[in-house]
């Protein structure tokens, strides 16, 4: 296995500074530009389909199980086996597997430039796989966001279940964000829900491990309709 992608030891030092590293990765301070998108969200809210703290709680509940949970998260789960193993044919598979399940040019924009902000900014902290510091396989051309963070995450010695629970976090935080810009919702609102959600992030990391690869796919036709009218939606905050 390539020197840079061996576990750190458990205990100590070398769990603290994965969890440190994690925190960083999933900060709404990580300078990658994720505040500027809401996957479909701010559509929902325009067409009626949420409206307060309830229908919030429902709409990302069911993209949690429906989406996340089907989709990025056991993707992620794979690509960062593949970067453990050094596999470039799963890297550029599973890449372009989650691509394929993008289902409006908003969404299939959003992941694009995440992945290379984030990119972007492993490069400047020398992180990046092709770094003359590493051996490790290359990022794929163009890799979208959950390849370039599974390799964030296995870089800096983060647990794979750790990192899909960070990633779930991430989501959630960056969506209750969105809507209490874009609702008459307030931050205890968001606490709530939070709490409501928190066992269903766990729940949902441990089903995406579970999961077989002919069981995956996202079925989430409320978001691709709402994402696809946000496109030319006349007044708009986000950018998806």
């Not at 995440?114 to 020398?126: E, K, Q, V």
Request: a negative charge.
């Amino acid at each position: 296995m390539p020197t840079e992608l061996v576990d750190l030891p458990s205990g100590g030092q070398g769990d603290d500074l994965a969890l440190l590293g994690l925190l960083q990765l999933v900060s709404p301070a990580l300078p990658i530009g994720a505040f500027a998108f809401s996957q479909g969200l701010e559509s929902a809210f325009e067409l009626g389909w949420v409206s307060d703290e309830a229908s919030l709680g429902d709409w990302l509940a069911g993209v949690l199980d429906d989406g996340l949970t089907r989709c990025e998260l056991p993707a992620l789960a794979r690509l960062y086996a593949a970067w453990a193993e050094g596999d470039d044919e799963a890297l550029a598979e599973w890449d372009a597997w989650l691509a394929a399940n993008r289902e409006t040019a908003e969404l299939v924009a959003e992941d694009a430039r995440l992945g290379s902000s984030l990119a972007r900014l492993l490069a400047s902290l020398d992180l990046l796989p092709e770094s003359p510091s590493r051996e490790a396989p290359a990022l794929p051309a163009g890799a979208g966001y959950v390849t370039v963070f599974a390799w964030a995450a296995r870089c800096r010695g983060v647990p794979v279940r750790q990192a899909l629970l960070g990633f779930a976090w991430a989501w959630l935080e960056n969506q209750l964000t969105v809507a209490c810009k874009a609702l008459p919702l307030g931050h205890t609102a968001a606490q709530r829900l939070v709490e409501r959600l928190r066992p269903a992030l766990v729940a949902a990391v441990d089903e995406a491990l579970s999961l077989p690869d002919d069981e995956l796919g996202p079925a989430l036709p409320g978001l691709a309709l709402a994402s696809a009218l946000h496109e030319t939606q006349y007044s708009r905050l986000f950018r998806s």
